[in-house]
């Protein structure tokens, strides 16, 4: 192909329709076919990223490779094409308008009025166009977050009118709508999706594809009624049916031949169709797992589980590549107490303690360690999850009863958990942690060795605290090893006590790399140890 393809996916009439879902599946069948895609998010909120938003604000932040801070859709993108994001897959209006400040401040516009149109639309199509710049895609898909109408995406809508013009056939637009179903008169009712495309005809758009999520099928007689009003052929209006699974997803649109109609739009040849073997089998272990574990996931955002997003989708390829389900238990850190916790974790199979950050719930999950280091139950500690694993095995190993970390207490005599060096000077929040990827050596003939099957690995990190490496002695010789190390600064990166059947914390996110094709080997090790332990109490 001799220029990138453009693909707008717009949303309309209520939020939360799975615009990053379609937007994948989409990406997953141009890929099937043999073409290079990625997708990008642009999110309409001020803030320069999603790191300093509450959890319960957000959901997820998910972390690039390049120390991205993003929006949990990436996370997604990754998962469903085994692609890395960047920087560049994430843009936000903060982001925009910090740079477009910025450049005024600098003089950049020659004392200039800087204006919406044309200096922020001019920079939403400059960051549109980065990753199509590049050469490596034949197609960019961006999604647009909110909702068509509200007031912080119309620079963005304009951006997406202006580059339907410029860059003419090689660019289109998708727009999600939804087709509700009334109970009250058993009907399916399609005027929102018609206000809702004429909503973005009066921002000079014109959809090119209609996405038409419902809970009933389309009757035969509702697409030919959405293509006369919305302007559009009745092949581009596309079902999308409420799925049991986000990854049925991208069958069910190739079933619509949405693909295909993309193709046909663009005037791509149709090459036959997409490869989705491997996808298929992954489904098929999905749907008829050999068995069922029940394990844990100890955490304090447990109300909105999209906190835990790549977690849960982690313990997902996890468990179809050991032909088991995986029933998550949430249980909330804060409800964890000495006098119950033996009730809360007793029919666990795996016990997972999940990242986070300050001191609401911290003592939940250190009984969760407790439970399950003394029980032998299989246990996996992330990022604050480790350290928790750590300030445990300090306490009831090692004697030092007030061990803690420095983020919790300041005060405390044995500081097992501490600030890194380079983040003590830092008094800003957003986007200056330890983010991104960074290598790891681990230790022949440990766990992590034994998992990974190499010695170097690369993981994404999310963090400003660490372990206290004026302590490791005294933990290895009571049972508690480094297995990884960073080579240049020997922080330590995984934690694990050998005797234990299955015991790890790691100081990084690996639910961040999990994929659908490769899933992570931490989670798949995990599994395994849960199921061993399920098969010997059984």
Same mark, same amino acid.
């Given at each position: ?115 919406? %149109? ?113 302007? %559009? ?77 790549? %977690? ?104 097992? %958990? ?121």
């Amino acid at each position: 192909m001799s220029s990138a393809k453009y693909i707008f996916v717009t949303g309309g009439v209520t939020s939360s329709l799975g615009k990053g879902i379609i937007s994948a599946s989409l990406a997953k069948l141009l890929q099937a076919r043999g073409y290079s895609v990625t997708i990008q998010k642009l999110d309409p909120y001020i803030n320069i990223d999603p790191g300093t938003l509450n959890p319960y604000e957000h959901g997820e932040c998910f972390v690039t490779d390049d120390g991205a801070e993003t929006d949990l859709d990436l996370g997604h993108y990754e998962r469903f094409l085994n692609v890395p994001t960047s920087q560049a897959n994430n843009v936000t209006t903060g982001r925009i308008y910090q740079y477009v400040i910025n450049k005024e401040r600098e003089g950049a516009y020659l004392g200039k009025t800087v204006q919406v %149109i044309p200096h922020i639309t001019d920079e939403i199509k400059r960051r549109i166009k980065l990753l199509g710049n590049t050469g490596q895609f034949d197609f960019i898909i961006t999604e647009i977050g909110g909702t068509v109408g509200d007031i912080e995406s119309l620079p963005y809508i304009e951006a997406v009118r202006q580059l339907k013009w410029e860059l003419e056939k090689d660019c289109l637009v998708i727009h999600l709508t939804l087709v509700p179903f009334l109970a009250a008169s058993g009907e399916l009712k399609t005027k929102p999706t018609q206000h809702s495309v004429k909503l973005l005809l009066e921002s000079g758009v014109q959809p090119d594809i209609l996405v038409a999520r419902t809970e009933k099928s389309l009757s035969p007689d509702i697409k030919p009624k959405i293509a006369l009003f919305c302007n %559009i052929s009745k092949d581009a209006v596309i079902q999308s049916l409420d799925a049991s699974s986000i990854y049925e997803v991208p069958l069910m649109m190739k079933k619509e031949e949405l693909d295909k109609v993309v193709l046909k739009k663009l005037n791509l040849p149709d090459h036959g169709e997409p490869d989705l073997t491997q996808w298929e089998n992954f489904l098929t272990r999905i749907k008829e797992p050999k068995k069922t574990i029940k394990i844990g996931l100890i955490g304090k955002y447990i109300e909105l589980k999209d906190s835990y997003k790549s %977690i849960a989708e982690g313990f997902i390829h996890a468990g179809a590549e050991n032909e088991c389900r995986v029933d998550i238990k949430w249980i909330h850190s804060e409800s964890i107490e000495e006098a119950n916790v033996k009730t809360k974790l007793a029919e666990l199979s795996g016990i997972l303690v999940a990242p986070g950050f300050g001191e609401r719930g911290i003592e939940g999950k250190i009984l969760a360690v407790k439970f399950a280091r003394e029980n032998n139950i299989p246990f996996l500690g992330i990022c604050l999850g480790m350290q928790c694993a750590v300030i445990e095995f300090a306490r009831n190993v090692l004697g030092y009863t007030d061990a803690h970390s420095t983020e919790m207490s300041t005060q405390t005599s044995h500081p097992v %958990i501490n600030i890194m060096e380079n983040q003590k000077t830092i008094t800003e929040k957003g986007g200056t942690m330890r983010l991104g990827a960074y290598p790891c050596i681990l230790t022949e003939n440990s766990l992590a060795y034994n998992i990974y099957k190499r010695t170097e690995i690369s993981e994404r990190h999310r963090h400003r605290y660490e372990f206290n490496n004026q302590y490791l002695p005294e933990f290895e010789q009571a049972g508690m090893i480094a297995s990884g190390l960073n080579p240049k600064l020997s922080l330590v990166e995984i934690i694990e006590i050998p005797s234990h059947p299955f015991f790890i914390g790691v100081q990084f996110h690996p639910e961040y790399k999990s994929t659908v094709l490769s899933p992570h080997p931490i989670f798949v090790n995990f599994v395994n140890a849960a199921i061993r332990v399920k098969d010997l109490v059984s």
